[in-house]
């Protein structure tokens, strides 16, 4: 049987997504942000418990002020690097900050939710770690269709969790709820 059009269409845009690691600081244009934001917002989650959204941020002084939040972490983090491997780890914190040069960061945030185990009396530990990988698998399956969508307006992306390692830094400078947690900075724009 031959592939039906739709998934051939779907086909191409996956084998043609990549992790783009430089992006061009050329502006993207607030439609195609909302046309992505709104296709991964079709998302499915867990438990039919919708605790997450996409912030966006495409302030430059903002998205400089988080890469120097994460060089800082990253150099707190290179201390307690054993010396043979500080030169590798410097090469690789470079893969956590090349959001740096994008136009736009999208930011999916969720909130853990205990809607089960909050009715258990006892032993509700293990449930409580399972209803936490919900929101997790929840929020990647977000991230997925940002990246999905990116592609498919021809755009590039990259997932990244590599900046969260001044999450609580970064949570601060963009008012991020309490309670909510970033699942990932995905810069959006266009190849450099
Ligand atoms: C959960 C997750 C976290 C990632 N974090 C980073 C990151 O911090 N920096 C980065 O450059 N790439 C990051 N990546 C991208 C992966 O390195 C990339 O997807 C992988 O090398 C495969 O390449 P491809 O996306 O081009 O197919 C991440 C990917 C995933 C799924």
Redesign the pocket.
Known sequence: MADSEAYQCLFSICRDR??T?KISPRPVTPALIDKIIELASLSPYASNKKNWQILMVNDKATIRKMADMVKQSGQTMAESIRSDFQENFSLYLQ??I?FQTSPVLLIPTFRVVHPIANMMGKDESSFSQWERDNSVKSISCVCMLILLAAQSLGLSS??????LIAEQEIGDLIQIKPGQRMA?VIPIGYGA
């Open positions: 990549h992790s690691r893969n956590f090349h990259c997932y990244m969790t590599g900046p990932a």
